[in-house]
C-alpha cells in the first residue's frame, strides 16, 4: 500500500493501538470549521485499505500515524491543498453520484444506502456483508470529502489529534 506523505504503516496503527497509555484509542480528525470525524485504529486501517482499493490516494494527508497533532494546512500550504484537491478529484470520478447529489444537511448513509440497498435479490450472506463494510466505508469517505471540501473553501487548518 502506498501511503504517500504518511509515514505510518499498518503495523505502526496497531502497534499505536496497542500501547499509547494502555488503552485502545482513535484518531480525532477536527478543523477550525468545527467540522469533526473519528476513527478507532482498526477504523483507520480499514478506511486506508478501502481506499488503497479504490484506487484512491492517501487520504490522511500530512498525518505521520499517531495522535501528535499533526495538522493539515489548507490555508495557504499548496502542497497540502493539492493533494487534498487530487483526492477529492478522484473520489468524484468515482462515485459522481454522491458527490452531486448530496444536499446540506442530509444523513450521508441515506444517501448511499438509497443508491447501494442493502440487500439485492439473490445475494449471498458473503456478499451481503461486503457490500455492508463497503456502504459504511463509502460513508466515511464522503464525510472526509466534505471536511475535504469546506476546510478549502473556508481555507482552514484540519488536525490529526
Same mark, same amino acid.
Given at each position: 500500500?502506498?501511503?504517500?506523505?504518511? *509515514?505510518?504503516?499498518?503495523?505502526?496503527?496497531?502497534?499505536?493501538?496497542? +500501547?499509547?497509555?494502555?488503552? +485502545?484509542?482513535?484518531?480525532?480528525? +477536527?478543523?477550525?470549521? *468545527?467540522?469533526?470525524?473519528?476513527? *478507532?485504529?482498526?477504523? $483507520? +486501517?480499514?478506511?486506508?485499505?478501502? $481506499?488503497?482499493?479504490?484506487?484512491l490516494p492517501e487520504?490522511?494527508?500530512?498525518?505521520?500515524?499517531?495522535?501528535?497533532?499533526?495538522?493539515?494546512?489548507?490555508?495557504?500550504?499548496? #502542497?497540502?491543498?493539492?493533494?487534498?484537491?487530487?483526492?477529492? #478529484?478522484?473520489?468524484?470520478?468515482?462515485?459522481?453520484?454522491?458527490?452531486?447529489?448530496?444536499?446540506?444537511? %442530509?444523513?450521508? %448513509?441515506?444517501?448511499?444506502?438509497?443508491?447501494?440497498?442493502? #440487500?439485492?435479490? /439473490?445475494? /449471498?450472506?458473503?456478499?451481503?456483508?461486503?457490500?455492508?463494510?463497503?456502504?459504511?466505508?463509502?460513508? %466515511?469517505?464522503?464525510?472526509?470529502?466534505?471536511?475535504l471540501q469546506e476546510?478549502?473553501?473556508?481555507?482552514?487548518?484540519?488536525?490529526? $489529534?
Amino acid at each position: 500500500m502506498n501511503f504517500g506523505v504518511i *509515514n505510518a504503516t499498518k503495523n505502526q496503527l496497531v502497534t499505536n493501538q496497542l +500501547t499509547i497509555n494502555n488503552k +485502545t484509542m482513535g484518531l480525532d480528525i +477536527t478543523s477550525s470549521n *468545527n467540522d469533526y470525524m473519528r476513527f *478507532n485504529w482498526s477504523g $483507520c +486501517t480499514a478506511f486506508l485499505n478501502w $481506499c488503497d482499493s479504490n484506487k484512491l490516494p492517501e487520504p490522511f494527508i500530512a498525518w505521520t500515524g499517531d495522535n501528535s497533532g499533526d495538522e493539515l494546512n489548507l490555508h495557504d500550504n499548496k #502542497k497540502h491543498i493539492k493533494m487534498a484537491k487530487e483526492w477529492m #478529484k478522484k473520489f468524484k470520478e468515482k462515485y459522481p453520484q454522491l458527490v452531486t447529489k448530496q444536499k446540506p444537511g %442530509q444523513k450521508t %448513509q441515506l444517501l448511499i444506502w438509497g443508491i447501494w440497498p442493502w #440487500k439485492k435479490e /439473490n445475494e /449471498n450472506i458473503e456478499e451481503t456483508k461486503k457490500r455492508i463494510a463497503d456502504n459504511f466505508e463509502l460513508g %466515511q469517505a464522503v464525510a472526509w470529502y466534505n471536511m475535504l471540501q469546506e476546510a478549502i473553501k473556508n481555507k482552514t487548518i484540519i488536525s490529526y $489529534c
